[in-house]
C-alpha cells in the first residue's frame, strides 16, 4: 500500500501511478478506514476461455460467442449445433466452434460479454492470409496476428471502461471487405472500493513528479510493443506462492482523494520468496521504477506483458528468454510499499487487465 502522505494536488497528478504500484500488506489492510466488500471473491474472473462452450439451447451470456457472417447480428449467443455444454472447470479451448459454416470471411468474439478489466478475442475466419486485417476497438486500431491459419487477436477491456455496448468492426483496409461489426457488451465489474489512510514518511517518493512520469513514459513505451508470435501456451501461473491482497481493479483512494482502480494483483508473500515466470517469454526490462520499485517485465508476445514489482532481487537480464516457472527474482518492498509483496501485472495491448483469468485457462487463437 502506498504510504503517500499525498499532498492534495500532487496526488491527484499522481494517482494513477501511485495505484499502480498499489500495494497492500496486512498491516495496511486494517488501516483502511472502511472497505466495501463486494466480496473480492465476486471480482475473481469466470473463465474467458469456457468459450468452446458449444452453446446449448440456453446459452449462458458470460461464455458465449458472437459470431457473425453475412450481416451483422447483435451480441447475443449463436447456438452451435454441438450438444456439448462447457465444462465448469477451466480447460484449454479446442478450437471454438462456429455456427455459421458460410464460405466468406466470418468474425467471432469470445466472450461476447465482457467484464471490466478483463479481455475477449476477436477471430477471423474464412480469410486470406493477405492483406493483415485489423480489429478497431474503441477508437483504437489492433493489428491481428495469424496462427495456424487463423487471424485473431486479444483485446483488453480496461477497468474504468464505461460498461454498455461498443462496436467491434474487423477491417482489412479495403474499404469493401464486406465484413459486419459486431459488438461486445462490456459489463460492470463492482469493483469493490477501499478507503486508505497513508503515513506521510513515503510521500517523498511521490514529491519527485519527473521520476514518476519516467516511469510511466518508459511503462507505456514497453507495452506499446507487438510482438506478432506469441510465445505462451497455456494457462499462466501465479508467479509466487501468497494469499491474495488487493485484486484487480478495486477502486482506492489515498488520504481522501479521488479513487482510482488497482492495477494489479497483490500477492503476499515475504521478502526473499522466489517470483517465477507466469508463463513463457522474453524479458524486456529489468530495472528500479520510482513507484514500482525493481521490477521485471516480460513479453509473451501477441501484445501480451506481465509486470514483476517491488522486487528484492532480479535474477535474468534483458533479452533474456524465459520459461514458465522460471525464477526471474524475489520478492521484496522496493518503491512504494509498506510491506514486501509482489504486484503482479498483465497488460494486453497496453491495457492492464486482472491477471487471474490468465491462469484459470489459456487465453489465446
Ligand atoms: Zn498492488
Redesign the pocket.
Known sequence: MLRTGAIAALAAAVLLLAAC????SPGDEAAAVSIRTLATSTALPTPVATATAAATTTPVPPTAIATATATPVPPTPSPSTSPVAAPATAQPPSPTPVAPTADGPSVELSPATVKQGDVFVVRLRNAPVEPTPVVLFSGLSHVMLLENELWWAVIGVAADFPPGQQRVQVSTGTGADGLPIVTVTVTDAAFPEENVELSPETSQLLTDAPAIEDERQLLDSLYAGLSRKRDWAGPFVMPAAGALG?TFGMKRSFNGGPFSN?T?V?ILAAEGAPVVAANVGRVVYTGALQLRGNTVVIDHGAGVFTGYHHLSQISVVEGQAVSQGETIGAVGATGLVTAAHL?WELIVRGVRVDPLPWTQAEIGP
Open positions: 504500484s498499489g500495494d497492500e488487493d488497482h494489479g497483490d504486484h
